[in-house]
C-alpha cells in the first residue's frame, strides 16, 4: 500500500516536468503551452528507504522490494474551471480519484517560460486552485442537499447524518475556508470520507525553485512557506529542473550531482517524507532470505490490519506477530540474535504497528 497524490497546478508551472522526472518516464508531455498534459499521467515510483538495504543485507535477502507510491500528473487548472472553463471539468473529476493534493507552484522568473496570467505570484496561485475547488465543492454540495430532502423527510438516518456533514461543510466553505478545516466526530469520519469533497484533500505545497535557489528557496518560496505555516499545511522546495536531470543519472552520478548542487538529498525524497507526513503513514518491513520488502501503513494501525495490507487472509486468520524493532535487529544482527537477546516479542490482535517494526505474521489458513 502506497498512496496516491495528484500534482496540480496553473499551466506551465512544471507539472509535467516534475512528473517525468519522479516517475523517470517522458510520458508526460513538456511543452510550453497550456494543457499539455490533455489526460491524467499515472507513474508509480519505488519509496526510497535505507533502512530496507540494511536489513536485507543482514538477512542475506535475494531481492528487494520497496513500498511504492503514485504521482498522478493533472491537466493544468485556470480561473473558471469549477464552471467548466479549460479541463476544469476533467480536473476536478480526476482530482477525486487522489489521496491528496501537491500544489506545484510557479516560485522562478524566467521570460522564456510563459505564465497563464502573465505574472509570477505563487501564492495568488495558490489562491486561485484553492478557490476553484472550494467553488465545485459548494455546487456539488447545493445539489446533493437538494437530493437529500425527500429521504430526510422520510426519517432516513444515513441521509440526516450526510446533510448534517454536508451543511458543516457549506457553512466553512461559504465562509471563505475549504472542508478540511472542518473538526469530524470519529462516528462520522467514515461518512465524511464518502462525500468526497474536493477540499477535504490534504495539501503540500511544492515550490518549484530555479537551479541556483534549489539549496535555500527565494522570496517566492518564503511566502509559500509563511502561507503554508498559516494554514496549518507544509511546503518543500524542489527544482524540476534539477530533479529531471538526476533522473537520467544513475545512483553514483546523481549523488555527486546533488553534493555538487549543495543538496543533501533528491527532491523526490523530500516530496515522499512530507506526503507520509501530510497523510500520517509509516513503514513497516517483512524480511527473509528470500526478500526484504516494505509496506506502507497509516499510523495507528493494528497488526492485523497490518498483515491484511499483504494478503485478506492474513487479517482474517491473524493468529499473532512476531515483532523485533528495527533498531534491535541491526544493532544484534539480525533475526536470531534478536530472538536470542529476548528482543523478538509475540504480539496479538491489539498491538499497534510502529513504524520500522520488523514483522512476521502467524495466521490460520
Known amino acids: 500500500m502506497g498512496f496516491k497524490m495528484g500534482i496540480v ?31 491524467p499521467n499515472v507513474g508509480e515510483v519505488a519509496v526510497p528507504d535505507a533502512r530496507l538495504d540494511t536489513l536485507a543485507e543482514i538477512a542475506g535477502s535475494k531481492s528487494i522490494i520497496p513500498t511504492r507510491m503514485t504521482f498522478v500528473d493533472i491537466a493544468g487548472l485556470v480561473k473558471g474551471a469549477s464552471k467548466g472553463e479549460g479541463l476544469g471539468n476533467q480536473f476536478l473529476a480526476n482530482i477525486r480519484e487522489t489521496d491528496a493534493i501537491a500544489h506545484v507552484l510557479r516560485c522562478f522568473e524566467d521570460a522564456d517560460v510563459t505564465h497563464v496570467e502573465d505574472r509570477v505570484d505563487p501564492v495568488a496561485d495558490a489562491e486561485t486552485i484553492e478557490t476553484e475547488l472550494m467553488l465545485a465543492d459548494l455546487e456539488s454540495i447545493e445539489k446533493r442537499r437538494a437530493g437529500l430532502v425527500r429521504k430526510i423527510k422520510g426519517n432516513d438516518k444515513d441521509a440526516v447524518q450526510q446533510d448534517r456533514l454536508l451543511a458543516a461543510a457549506q457553512a466553512a466553505i461559504e465562509d471563505g475556508k475549504p472542508a478540511r478545516v472542518v ?48 494554514q496549518g499545511n507544509s511546503a518543500v522546495i524542489i527544482s524540476a529542473q534539477i530533479e529531471e536531470e538526476i533522473s537520467q543519472l544513475d545512483a553514483e552520478d546523481a549523488a555527486m550531482f546533488l553534493e555538487d548542487m549543495h543538496l543533501e538529498e533528491a527532491g523526490l525524497d523530500r516530496l515522499i517524507r512530507a506526503g507520509y507526513e501530510l497523510l500520517h503513514l509509516e513503514t513497516y518491513f517483512t524480511v527473509g532470505p528470500k526478500e526484504a520488502r516494505a509496506w506502507t501503513i497509516k499510523q495507528g494501525t493494528s497488526a492485523p490490519k497490518a498483515a491484511g495490507v499483504i494478503h485478506g487472509d492474513f487479517e482474517k486468520g491473524f493468529i499473532r506477530a512476531e515483532t523485533i524493532a528495527y533498531d534491535d535487529f541491526v544493532s544484534l544482527g539480525g533475526e536470531g540474535p534478536a530472538k536470542e537477546a529476548g528482543k523478538m516479542r509475540a504480539e496479538g490482535k491489539a498491538y499497534t504497528v510502529k513504524d520500522g517494526d520488523v514483522l512476521h505474521f502467524l495466521f490460520n489458513t
Open 9 to 39: 497546478g496553473l499551466p506551465n508551472v512544471g507539472k509535467s516536468t516534475l512528473f517525468n522526472a519522479l516517475t523517470r518516464t517522458a510520458a508526460a508531455q513538456a511543452a510550453n503551452f497550456p494543457f499539455c498534459t490533455i489526460e
Open 183 to 230: 473538526e469530524i466526530d470519529e462516528e462520522d469520519a467514515k461518512a465524511w470520507r464518502m462525500l468526497q469533497l474536493l477540499t477535504t484533500k490534504p495539501v503540500l505545497y511544492v515550490c518549484n525553485v530555479g537551479v541556483a535557489d534549489a539549496a535555500d528557496g527565494n522570496e517566492f518560496s518564503r511566502a509559500v512557506s509563511e502561507m503554508a505555516t498559516a
